[in-house]
């Protein structure tokens, strides 16, 4: 991973915090008591310092203050760890040792790096004769006390939530230890948690390699398999795990996510239907099968799995967030007052607010309560945007690369390189450019397989970088001008091997990945008889839509009304070099052209394609087949005019997002 930029100056009220800590390691409990107390005056829901004010009342013998507080605390901050552990404690030191019991397992559940509770639990289980439970809680702290303290420090951390602070923590500590096993799944499951994933796969594979047996490990590895869109990689490591555990409902669970990666959903809803079956109570499960179920365009069935998962688990924003992102679907007031009442809990963890956020955004937009709505969606943008690493230097300095690189002398000097195979159709462009609609044009082609978003070419660009290049100076695209014809020749005969697990023996198949717009040059040399569609949208359009979409992954630069912008006037410019050193490679679809005249523009993408004009792409709404993106529904049904000028019920509040796109004045005909 990118090494993380150095600490920052501690505010004020950190540097309080770290003042009663010292305290309290002293034991000067009542001064350390005072200082938090006056902490908590001026930041009341402060988590650590709630904590502090807790740790001193126990140990002052004011144990009924401590589980006040601590109940206050849990009110504020429901997911933190040590506050279990330290409810334990008071609760033995009161002698109610089943509830003692009770919060120590929940206290391990949340942070499983957590000695003093794991000790306490061998303690209390074995005094209560429950021997095989005792030993268990004690061979895991004798393994956490095995292991360095900062590993232990650092997994703690992770699991409250401290994630910039623990991987500093592991990274220094993998410095002078750089094979050690549980610091290296470490930052392996902290790669995952900032979607560094080719940084995660990379650890986990070491780990491995050390360690075959490690079942732990090989879980966190096929899911980031799954992450990375490697989905038959993924199923041969969780198929390995299900050997061993055949009756795991993880495993069983992520074997049924593989399958819906790889297009087998009815494999994948059968396994998901036995274990909803067992685990009613399982919110994630219902999701996961409502995804599934949308996919397939059984909108009805996925409608009551999302509804189901919110009962399940209140205050669960992933589910509310998508009823909202089929687009069809309205709120009753009901659920509408739900949401508030949720949104607005200090209880309720960020990850659920800001999914709320984006969900009561829609159901009020939907209510024409436009004022609202938008409070609803900066808000979420907001928080969302806090818990990512964007970085638009990045991208643009790779953009700018690209034009240096990529010139008309250099693909000239390059002619008839690459793999001939004409199969691949790339869609590319933005995110909610309209690119689904054109995928679901093609894909009613008989001679098109419509696949999915595929993330080969962008693993390709991860592998041309290298793994230990400074990120600020990457190998690509500068590295393509080393490459001899036949090294382009097996790039594109892997990406075809590769991408054939997703087809089922139509000639042609489409990858919609928006991003590889970036990766034109690329496309071209490893494939030159491939075809490319920059599927186009208005600017205000595309961009406001973009703002309103909450994505699974990826597309951080959708979180800020400039960003938007400044991304999307870096996509006009680069599309603008490919025209220039690449003329008439790609077509250019306007979406707003497309909803106008249909049958007319359908032509034009066949022709372009090479295929036979065939009727049921004007009837692209009754193609049964799977659809993974936020216009799933909208595909499903005749040609959707509605979108166009959304917008506009909004224009009071974009005046930012206006002037940021006018700097270089891109328009719907740029």
């Known amino acids: 991973m990118a090494p993380v930029e150095s600490h920052p100056t501690l505010s004020r009220i950190e540097a309080e915090v770290g003042r009663a800590r010292a305290f309290l390691q002293e034991r000067r409990f009542q001064q350390s008591l005072d200082s938090a107390v006056a902490m908590a005056a001026e930041v009341p829901e402060n988590r650590d310092v709630l904590y502090l004010i807790a740790v001193n009342q126990r140990y002052l013998g004011r144990v009924t203050d401590a589980l006040q507080t601590l109940t206050r605390l849990e009110k504020l901050h429901p997911g933190y760890g040590r506050l279990f552990q330290e409810r334990g404690h008071c609760l033995r030191t009161l002698g109610e040792f089943p509830t003692a019991i009770a919060a120590y397992r929940q206290a391990v559940a949340l942070n499983p790096a957590l000695p003093a509770s794991w000790k306490a639990l061998a303690a209390l289980l074995q005094s209560a004769g429950r021997r095989d439970e005792a030993a268990a809680a004690a061979g895991v702290a004798g393994t956490l006390e095995n292991l360095p303290a900062p590993v232990v420090t650092a997994n703690s951390l992770f699991s409250e939530g401290d994630t910039l602070i623990a991987e500093r923590l592991i990274r220094g500590f993998l410095q002078t230890h750089p094979t050690h096993v549980e610091a290296m799944r470490l930052l392996a499951k902290i790669g995952m948690k900032l979607d560094v994933l080719d940084d995660a796969e990379f650890l986990l594979e070491s780990v491995l390699a050390f360690e075959p047996d490690y079942q732990a490990a090989r879980y966190d590895y096929a899911e980031v398999l799954a992450n990375r869109h490697k989905h038959a990689e993924a199923l041969v490591e969780v198929r390995r795990l299900l050997a061993a555990e055949p009756a795991n409902n993880a495993f069983r669970t992520l074997e049924g996510n593989a399958l819906v990666g790889l297009g087998d959903h009815e494999a994948a809803l059968a396994i998901f239907e036995q274990l909803r079956v067992e685990t009613p109570a399982s919110p994630t499960l219902h999701l996961a099968m409502a995804h599934a179920l949308k996919t397939v365009g059984r909108q009805a069935e996925a409608v009551d799995s999302y509804r189901r998962a919110a009962e399940v688990q209140p205050g669960y924003g992933d589910a509310y967030w998508s009823l909202a992102n089929l687009k069809t679907y309205r709120f009753s007031d009901a659920e509408i007052r739900q949401m508030r009442l949720y949104e607005s809990s200090p209880a309720t963890p960020v990850v659920d607010r800001y999914h709320l956020c984006f969900a009561l955004g829609k159901a009020l937009e939907d209510r024409r309560e436009f004022a609202e709505s938008f409070r609803f969606y900066e808000r979420g943008n907001a928080l969302k945007r806090e818990e990512i690493r964007y970085d638009p230097d990045s991208i643009e300095r790779n953009l700018k690369a690209q034009i240096a690189t990529c010139t008309a002398d250099f693909f000239e000097q390059r002619r008839g390189v690459g793999c001939t195979d004409p199969d691949p159709i790339f869609i590319v462009g933005l995110p909610r450019s309209g690119s689904t609609l054109i995928e679901q044009i093609l894909a009613s082609h008989s001679d098109v397989e419509g696949t999915k978003e595929l993330a080969d070419i962008s693993r390709l660009v991860q592998q041309l970088n290298g793994r230990e290049t400074d990120g600020s100076r990457p190998l690509y695209p500068a590295a393509l001008a080393d ?67 909450l994505f699974a992954h990826g597309q951080e630069f959708t979180y800020g009304l400039e960003d938007i912008a400044r991304y999307y006037r870096r996509y006009v410019e680069i599309m603008d070099h490919w025209d220039r050193v690449l003329p008439g490679r790609v077509l250019r679809v306007r979406h707003e052209d497309v909803v106008h005249d249909l049958e007319f523009h359908v032509r034009r993408v066949l022709d372009f394609c090479g295929l036979d004009f065939q009727a049921q792409c004007l009837e692209f709404h009754k193609t049964e087949r799977s659809v993974r993106t936020a216009s799933s529904e909208q595909v499903r049904q005749p040609i959707y005019r509605e979108g166009l000028d959304q917008w506009r019920n909004f224009e009071a509040w974009l005046g930012p997002l206006q002037s940021a796109l006018s700097q270089s004045s891109p328009g719907p005909h740029e």
């Open 483 to 549: 490459f001899r014809p036949e090294q382009f020749v097996r790039f594109g005969e892997n990406f075809i091997a590769d991408t054939r697990v997703y087809r089922k023996g139509r000639p042609y198949f489409i990858d919609k990945m928006p991003n590889n717009f970036r990766h034109i040059g690329l496309i071209h040399l490893i494939l030159p008889n491939a075809k490319i569609i920059d599927a186009r949208r208005e600017p205000m359009a595309c961009c406001f839509s973009n703002f309103k979409q």
